[in-house]
């Protein structure tokens, strides 16, 4: 299970509540034991909105089930799935085959979801469901379910399963389905099995009673053949459920169910739309006003440009700019004009959105320059490096300012282009060096159910442009993890597996401290050399070079490592004696619509070679969710349990929670395991994500918020 898990669980919970709005007298879509659209046990033919994420947490039967749900495309889903069952052993005799010595058996799982046909007046909705298939294959099914609404109370499921949910009073066979082994390493499509074996019918009714209240019933074709029958961990005499369900508000969504005659369980679920900020807008300095220039009759030294010769000027002009963008954290880097254009190198540390960073300096420079100067050069700079230019006629703004739709009458007028070398302006010394540092609060999860509370210090010593000396320590205050139950022995240099034994070695860990310096080497080139303790595990030397024009869709990467496994109290490099090259060539692909891919071919910390797909959809809000999947030459028995490193990842804003400025963030990834193959080193700062924001895909996506 991922290290953060847990946590991603607690920051959904406390974005719906803050989110929580007025129920509406309409049917959406319910969430079922296994977290996917559907009625109790069964899925339905529906799907979330676009967009959407769903968490549920069910329990019934001894048997705990937390997914995450996220609503790809208007049509597609996908899950992740970790499942816990107690007693897995208790009622098998020492010796029998099926008795793996396990108490709790602990299970990862993904879904994916396919919405055939949208619900009409007269037809139904229709999906086609793959679950648990790249999973271990225990509860691996296929389906394909139909569900109609008949006004706005009533709804009706029917629907037919293979595998799993065609274990039961099953009414044919498609042909034979291969068997599922206890020795088999799991991780990989199972599609030899698809929708082949017994087929068996489901069905259920769901009835709104109100805008809060909801009852249902369904008919499972689940014979829980293992666990109810082989294991006897409960029984199954019916295979009717029932259930009631309450509907705090749209997000938050809590039921009681009987279930297959003998069980009480519950379902919580819980459904955000990353599209709506659950606490509302972004708190923080109303924007200041566009400058209005005096007359040329009224002034006419301001427009001479002779104000340019005026000793002082230039120091006069810098403060007091530096004074109006202090508000919004807008650092005042470089700063050069003459009569007509000014040219101002900025640092953003608190706003989110770069199109809002560049409509605020830009207001800011109307107020202070003088009437002569009619064109704005706004560079961003990010870790020191410009990242664009943004070219804006201070007329355009002036007449635009009230006008409707204004931010996309100015985006007509805008020059977005490459950041150029800085001209030798008035640079502010007093910016560099720079200190910054932060104390959060971290749960850090290294086995299900068991991980540690504590608190991690981060700083940053910014030595000049560029150069940045950081660090980071996590100090644990409580935990219940004592031994690592879950480890098991790597057939590759263990260089993820042992992540639980550092966690066990130390209540004090040194996390990360490095040297960075960034740097321009030329126009749409980025470049990064880190040296230090670059992670947790693993320390040494990473260099990376980027290709990523201003305009440009697409970008090419390379990075270069070695790297030395660090021992577990966090200095040094004797208890492992491992050093490794690594690196990777990267492909980088804005599909638009908010679809991002990538994929990086290279050599990973074990020493294998492969290459990682990655597929992420980013919301303009900066929220981000996407998979990946790594295959490399380390092969399925190397690899071990899962066969093969693959999870989803989850992107959150802080202040997408918060409701305060705040460009930090939550980042949290699920693996169906964590494994030594297909491993790449984690260091920090890498240039795609970092420049990205300011280049034209990301501006036009969030430029909505330059007036604000």
Same mark, same amino acid.
């Given at each position: 299970?991922?290290?953060?898990?847990?946590?991603?669980?607690?920051?959904?919970?406390?974005?719906?509540?803050?989110?929580?709005?007025?129920?509406?007298?309409?049917?959406?879509?319910?969430?079922?034991?296994?977290?996917?659209? *559907?009625?109790?046990?069964?899925?339905?033919?529906?799907?979330?909105?676009?967009?959407?994420?769903?968490?549920?947490?069910?329990?019934?039967?001894?048997?705990? $089930? %937390?997914?995450?749900?996220?609503?790809?495309?208007?049509?597609?889903?996908?899950?992740?799935?970790?499942?816990?069952?107690?007693?897995?052993?208790?009622?098998?005799?020492?010796?029998?085959?099926?008795?793996?010595?396990?108490?709790?058996?602990?299970?990862?799982?993904?879904?994916?979801?396919?919405?055939?046909?949208?619900?009409?007046?007269?037809?139904?909705?229709?999906?086609?469901?793959?679950? +648990?298939?790249?999973?271990?294959?225990?509860?691996?099914?296929?389906?394909?379910?139909?569900?109609?609404?008949?006004?706005?109370?009533?709804?009706?499921?029917?629907?037919?399963?293979?595998?799993?949910?065609?274990?039961?009073?099953?009414?044919?066979?498609?042909?034979? $389905?291969?068997?599922?082994?206890?020795?088999?390493?799991?991780?990989?499509?199972?599609?030899?099995?698809?929708?082949?074996?017994?087929?068996?019918?489901?069905?259920?009714?769901?009835?709104?009673?109100?805008?809060?209240?909801?009852?249902?019933?369904?008919?499972?074709?689940?014979?829980?053949?293992?666990?109810?029958? +082989?294991?006897?961990?409960?029984?199954?005499?019916?295979?009717?459920?029932?259930?009631?369900?309450?509907?705090?508000?749209?997000?938050?969504?809590?039921?009681?169910?009987?279930?297959?005659?003998?069980?009480?369980?519950?379902?919580?679920?819980?459904?955000?739309?990353?599209?709506?900020?659950?606490?509302?807008?972004?708190?923080?300095?109303?924007?200041?006003?566009?400058?209005?220039?005096?007359? $040329?009759?009224?002034?006419?030294?301001?427009?001479?440009?002779?104000?340019?010769?005026?000793?002082?000027?230039?120091?006069?002009?810098?403060?007091?700019?530096?004074?109006?963008?202090?508000?919004?954290?807008?650092?005042?880097?470089?700063?050069?004009?003459?009569?007509?254009?000014?040219?101002? $190198?900025?640092?953003?540390?608190?706003?989110?959105?770069?199109?809002?960073?560049?409509?605020?300096?830009?207001?800011?420079?109307?107020?202070?320059?003088?009437?002569?100067?009619?064109?704005?050069?706004?560079?961003?700079?990010?870790?020191?490096?410009?990242?664009?230019?943004?070219?804006?006629?201070?007329?355009?703004?002036?007449?635009?300012?009230?006008?409707?739709?204004?931010?996309?009458?100015?985006?007509?007028?805008?020059?977005?282009?490459?950041?150029?070398?800085?001209?030798?302006?008035?640079?502010?010394?007093?910016?560099?060096?720079?200190?910054?540092?932060?104390?959060?609060?971290?749960?850090?999860?290294?086995?299900?159910?068991?991980? +540690?509370?504590?608190?991690?210090?981060?700083?940053?010593?910014?030595?000049?442009?560029?150069?940045?000396?950081?660090?980071?320590?996590?100090?644990?205050?409580?935990?219940?993890?004592?031994?690592?139950?879950?480890?098991?022995?790597?057939?590759?240099?263990?260089?993820?597996?042992?992540?639980?034994?550092?966690?066990?070695?130390?209540?004090?860990?040194?996390?990360?401290?490095?040297?960075?310096?960034?740097?321009?080497?030329?126009?749409?080139?980025?470049?990064?050399?880190?040296?230090?303790?670059?992670?947790?595990?693993?320390?040494?030397?990473?260099?990376?070079?980027?290709?990523?024009?201003?305009?440009?869709?697409?970008?090419?990467?390379?990075?270069?490592?070695?790297?030395?496994?660090?021992?577990?109290?966090?200095?040094?490099?004797?208890?492992?004696?491992?050093?490794?090259?690594?690196?990777?060539?990267?492909?980088?692909?804005?599909?638009?619509?908010?679809?991002?891919?990538?994929?990086?071919? *290279?050599?990973?910390?074990?020493?294998?070679?492969?290459?990682?797909?990655?597929?992420?959809?980013?919301?303009?809000?900066?929220?981000?969710?996407?998979?990946?999947?790594?295959? %490399? %030459?380390?092969?399925?028995?190397?690899?071990?349990?899962?066969?093969?490193?693959?999870?989803?990842?989850?992107?959150?804003?802080?202040?997408?929670?918060?409701?305060?400025? +705040?460009?930090?963030?939550?980042?949290?990834?699920?693996?169906?395991?964590?494994?030594?193959?297909?491993?790449?080193?984690?260091?920090?700062?890498?240039?795609?994500?970092?420049?990205?924001?300011?280049?034209?895909?990301?501006?036009?996506?969030?430029? *909505?918020?330059?007036?604000?």
């Amino acid at each position: 299970m991922n290290r953060r898990i847990s946590s991603l669980v607690a920051v959904s919970a406390a974005a719906v509540l803050a989110g929580s709005a007025p129920a509406l007298a309409e049917m959406r879509p319910s969430l079922s034991f296994y977290g996917v659209p *559907g009625i109790i046990d069964m899925p339905s033919g529906e799907a979330m909105k676009d967009g959407s994420i769903g968490v549920t947490l069910a329990y019934f039967g001894s048997q705990l $089930r %937390t997914t995450l749900t996220f609503q790809i495309t208007p049509r597609i889903s996908g899950s992740y799935r970790f499942s816990s069952t107690r007693n897995w052993s208790d009622a098998l005799a020492p010796g029998d085959p099926l008795n793996d010595g396990y108490d709790t058996y602990n299970d990862r799982a993904f879904d994916l979801r396919l919405l055939l046909l949208e619900e009409t007046d007269y037809l139904p909705a229709v999906t086609l469901g793959l679950q +648990d298939f790249v999973g271990t294959g225990k509860n691996s099914a296929e389906y394909i379910v139909a569900t109609k609404s008949f006004g706005d109370r009533l709804k009706v499921t029917a629907g037919l399963g293979w595998g799993r949910l065609g274990s039961y009073n099953d009414i044919g066979s498609f042909g034979d $389905r291969p068997e599922v082994y206890d020795n088999d390493q799991g991780g990989k499509p199972s599609i030899d099995q698809w929708f082949r074996g017994p087929v068996a019918p489901f069905a259920g009714v769901e009835w709104q009673i109100n805008d809060n209240w909801k009852a249902k019933a369904e008919y499972s074709s689940d014979g829980y053949d293992e666990v109810a029958g +082989d294991r006897k961990i409960f029984e199954r005499r019916s295979p009717f459920n029932f259930g009631v369900e309450y509907e705090y508000a749209e997000a938050v969504r809590v039921g009681l169910y009987s279930l297959y005659g003998t069980e009480i369980g519950f379902n919580v679920q819980l459904t955000m739309d990353p599209k709506r900020r659950p606490v509302g807008g972004i708190l923080g300095p109303a924007p200041g006003q566009v400058g209005t220039r005096p007359s $040329r009759s009224a002034d006419p030294a301001a427009w001479s440009g002779g104000w340019t010769t005026q000793p002082g000027a230039a120091e006069s002009l810098r403060g007091k700019l530096s004074k109006e963008l202090a508000p919004d954290g807008l650092i005042v880097e470089d700063f050069s004009y003459t009569a007509t254009t000014v040219h101002l $190198r900025v640092r953003n540390t608190q706003i989110d959105s770069g199109p809002q960073a560049i409509g605020r300096s830009a207001r800011a420079l109307s107020r202070v320059m003088p009437a002569s100067v009619e064109v704005f050069e706004i560079v961003p700079l990010v870790r020191g490096m410009g990242a664009s230019k943004v070219t804006i006629r201070r007329s355009d703004l002036e007449a635009l300012e009230h006008s409707p739709a204004n931010d996309t009458a100015l985006r007509g007028k805008v020059q977005i282009a490459e950041a150029g070398p800085a001209p030798g302006g008035l640079r502010d010394e007093t910016v560099y060096p720079r200190f910054t540092w932060g104390l959060f609060p971290v749960l850090r999860v290294s086995e299900p159910l068991h991980g +540690d509370i504590g608190l991690r210090l981060n700083a940053s010593y910014e030595l000049r442009p560029g150069l940045v000396l950081s660090g980071s320590v996590f100090q644990k205050l409580a935990g219940n993890f004592d031994e690592c139950e879950g480890c098991k022995p790597s057939n590759l240099p263990p260089v993820r597996s042992d992540m639980a034994y550092y966690d066990l070695a130390t209540d004090t860990s040194l996390d990360r401290l490095q040297l960075a310096w960034y740097a321009k080497p030329a126009d749409q080139l980025y470049s990064r050399v880190t040296f230090g303790f670059l992670e947790r595990m693993h320390a040494g030397l990473s260099a990376e070079l980027l290709w990523k024009p201003v305009d440009s869709r697409f970008a090419l990467g390379a990075e270069v490592n070695y790297t030395r496994q660090r021992d577990r109290d966090g200095f040094g490099f004797g208890e492992y004696d491992y050093g490794v090259a690594t690196g990777h060539l990267s492909a980088y692909y804005d599909f638009g619509g908010g679809y991002l891919g990538q994929v990086d071919v *290279g050599r990973y910390l074990a020493g294998d070679s492969g290459a990682t797909f990655s597929l992420d959809r980013e919301f303009a809000n900066g929220v981000k969710l996407g998979a990946y999947a790594t295959l %490399t %030459t380390a092969s399925a028995e190397e690899f071990g349990e899962g066969s093969f490193d693959k999870g989803i990842r989850v992107t959150i804003p802080m202040n997408w929670l918060l409701g305060q400025p +705040d460009r930090g963030e939550f980042t949290t990834t699920m693996r169906s395991l964590q494994r030594d193959g297909g491993a790449r080193l984690e260091v920090d700062g890498r240039l795609y994500d970092s420049v990205r924001d300011y280049h034209m895909g990301v501006l036009d996506t969030q430029w *909505g918020r330059v007036w604000r």
